[in-house]
């Protein structure tokens, strides 16, 4: 809650070329929308179902299948974001998680949650679209950092999986 009373409206405001029907793919824009509510959730500590719910409330998507996904992404991380971070930790030597950027972070956090939880996503597909994701959003090294990391987690511990 803000000083105010109200919920805070903390947003990850993606600054990107505007798509228009079917230009981005669905699942590229719910983990694009997926970031931006975990980028929120990171930073101010709220409720991910909460912070799902705001979200929708000051967007225009009308897909419900992208509505659906998204929030299966965010909720998926924070049922299973111990699990994820350890992940995660494990992975990145020399790393703390909190000093990553927060953008890197949560990228890696929901493809975790993809490549662990989900049976009908190719771990190619959810690292692939990690890495454009971050390197989109991210930093410089960002999309370099996320490959790094995730195809250690898809090697080791999906046994190599496509």
Sequence with gaps: MSAEGGPRKVWLRIEAKKYTGDMMRKRTKAREYALQILYAV?????????????????????????????????????DNKKEIDKMIIKYTTNWQLDRMAVIDRNVLRFAVYELLHTKDIPPKVSINEAIDIAKKFGGPDSGKFVNGVLDKINKTERKGSE
């Design 42 to 78: 990171d930073i101010t500590k709220d409720d991910p179902a909460e912070c799902v719910q705001r979200f929708w409330e000051g967007n225009e998507e009308s897909s419900a299948e992208v509505k659906k996904f998204t929030a299966g992404l965010v909720i998926g991380v924070s």
